[in-house]
């Protein structure tokens, strides 16, 4: 006759067994290779998700619009200045900030080295791709600020998976994340004159443009990033 373990035994197995599942959970998560639990329903609707649709009107032509004006007389004459949102067009280089969807000022950018086509992992040192929202912001002792924006968001780990599925990209390979806005090393403005992809997957404008910019957004604040 087999002996049944004490339920005290039983409930302390259980306890180990939960814990262990649960570190492994984090650590996946912390290393990029599992979305936190709280996306996990956002996330786990791979066919039936609707597309995001896009944020911002498109502009027409190729113009940096307003970029010889400040950034604060243009919005002196906002009525409300809380809508300001972001609009980046990678295949433009161009960075475009918005006052409740009204375009007022365009600036020069560069993107990650490999910048066409959407991020799928880390490594690829390409541009994320969709709506995001600014989720931090603080100076940079390299790159005079970063404006931390929230990649991946469910949109990005249900393309991660798919891309995964599909054999596009290899299992191990984590989504990858610390994507932001940002300026360049002092004294390399040319980097962005040349257009010349020099990030990881970031977008890099001038010191000076970066910090003009810093100064009217906020966490919350709206970044649609476009082909």
């Not at 000022?105 to 600014?134: N, W």
């Amino acid at each position: 006759m087999k002996l049944k373990a004490p339920k005290n035994k039983r409930l302390e197995l259980l306890f180990v067994f939960l814990a262990g599942g649960a570190t492994f959970y984090f650590l996946l998560t912390n290393f990029g290779f599992l979305m936190p639990l709280r996306e996990v329903l956002s996330v786990a609707c791979f066919s039936s998700c609707q597309s995001e649709k896009s944020f911002h009107p498109a502009i027409k032509g190729e113009n940096f619009l307003n970029y010889e004006k400040s950034l604060q007389q243009l919005l002196e004459k906002e009525a409300n200045r809380e809508g300001i949102s972001i609009l980046v067009e990678k295949s433009k280089f161009r960075l475009t900030i918005f006052s409740n969807l009204k375009p007022l000022k365009s600036y020069p950018i560069v993107l990650g080295s490999s910048p066409t086509g959407d991020k799928l992992h880390e490594g690829d040192r390409k541009t994320p791709e969709g709506v995001y929202y600014i989720c931090d912001l603080y100076p940079h002792p390299s790159w005079s600020k970063f404006i931390w924006i929230d990649y991946p968001r469910p949109e990005s780990w249900r393309e991660h998976f798919q891309a995964k599925f599909s054999g596009h990209i290899n299992w191990q390979l984590p989504i990858g994340g610390e994507i932001g806005i940002h300026g360049v090393p002092a004294g390399q403005d040319s980097l962005i004159e040349k257009r010349f992809n020099w990030t990881l997957g970031c977008i890099s404008l001038k010191n000076h443009d970066v910090d003009e910019i810093y100064s009217f957004v906020d966490t919350g604040t709206v970044v649609e990033i476009v082909p």
